[in-house]
């Protein structure tokens, strides 16, 4: 178990999160000019952490329960991840209507693994995606959370991680442009 401490971002953390670093840097051309990053999909993540939009999601979304989330290891950010209600019919109703679910949605909206806490055979990603799902359970009262994340359908690791943790795909319900829709219901134990 790896010693990963949680606590909300706020404002004041703009700085730290343009430090963040979850993707190699772009390689160079010859004629010195970046080339095409060949994890796109990670770069879109880093730079929604980065750019502030991660926090101005988190701030929106805070009414609906939304939580940008920063982790630490031995004080250093090691993992950013945000999620939030789903609050979008136009995804929400086909969702519903394609898997019977009458509760709580939830999105899985980003998780980021700093590159030098990287290589742990997934460790600290699985432990990150563990206390995720249960700060979603602790914004919910519904026994049972529907929880949606997608997964760039390039980003191959990604796909394994979600998978070996109870996601499921949804290939029959289309996403935009190259991500797939993965889903898992979580439970909470409610005092009855």
Same mark, same amino acid.
């Given at each position: 178990?790896?010693? *990963?401490?949680?606590?909300?971002?706020?404002?004041?953390?703009?700085?730290?999160? /343009?430090?963040?670093?979850?993707?190699?840097?772009?390689?160079? *051309?010859?004629?010195?000019?970046?080339?095409?990053? &060949?994890r796109?999909w990670?770069?879109?993540? /880093?730079?929604?952490?980065r750019?502030?939009?991660? +926090?101005?999601?988190?701030?929106?979304?805070?009414?609906?329960?939304?939580?940008?989330l920063?982790?630490?290891?031995?004080?250093?950010?090691?993992?950013?991840?945000? &999620?939030?209600?789903?609050?979008?019919?136009?995804? =929400?109703?086909?969702?519903?209507? &394609? +898997? @019977?679910? =009458?509760?709580?949605?939830?999105? *899985?909206?980003?998780? @980021?693994?700093?590159?030098? &806490?990287? @290589?742990?055979?997934g460790?600290?990603?699985? /432990?990150?995606?563990?206390d995720?799902?249960?700060?979603?359970?602790? /914004? =919910?009262?519904?026994?049972?959370?529907?929880?949606?994340g997608?997964?760039?359908?390039?980003?191959?690791?990604?796909?394994?991680?979600?998978?070996?943790?109870?996601?499921? +795909?949804?290939?029959?319900?289309?996403?935009?442009?190259?991500?797939?829709?993965?889903?898992?219901?979580?439970?909470?134990?409610?005092?009855?």
């Amino acid at each position: 178990m790896i010693d *990963l401490s949680w606590r909300a971002a706020t404002k004041a953390d703009k700085t730290l999160l /343009q430090g963040f670093t979850c993707t190699e840097p772009a390689r160079r *051309l010859r004629n010195g000019r970046p080339a095409p990053h &060949h994890r796109e999909w990670e770069l879109e993540v /880093q730079t929604w952490f980065r750019s502030g939009d991660a +926090l101005a999601d988190a701030n929106e979304d805070a009414a609906y329960g939304g939580r940008l989330l920063l982790g630490f290891v031995e004080g250093d950010l090691a993992v950013c991840t945000s &999620h939030a209600r789903l609050r979008n019919p136009g995804v =929400e109703t086909p969702l519903r209507k &394609h +898997l @019977g679910f =009458e509760g709580p949605i939830r999105v *899985l909206k980003a998780v @980021g693994i700093a590159r030098v &806490h990287r @290589g742990a055979g997934g460790l600290l990603a699985d /432990q990150a995606l563990d206390d995720v799902l249960a700060d979603m359970l602790d /914004q =919910e009262s519904s026994r049972e959370t529907l929880v949606l994340g997608r997964v760039d359908s390039r980003n191959k690791p990604s796909e394994r991680f979600v998978a070996r943790n109870g996601f499921e +795909l949804l290939d029959d319900l289309p996403a935009a442009g190259q991500l797939r829709n993965w889903f898992m219901i979580i439970e909470a134990e409610l005092d009855d």
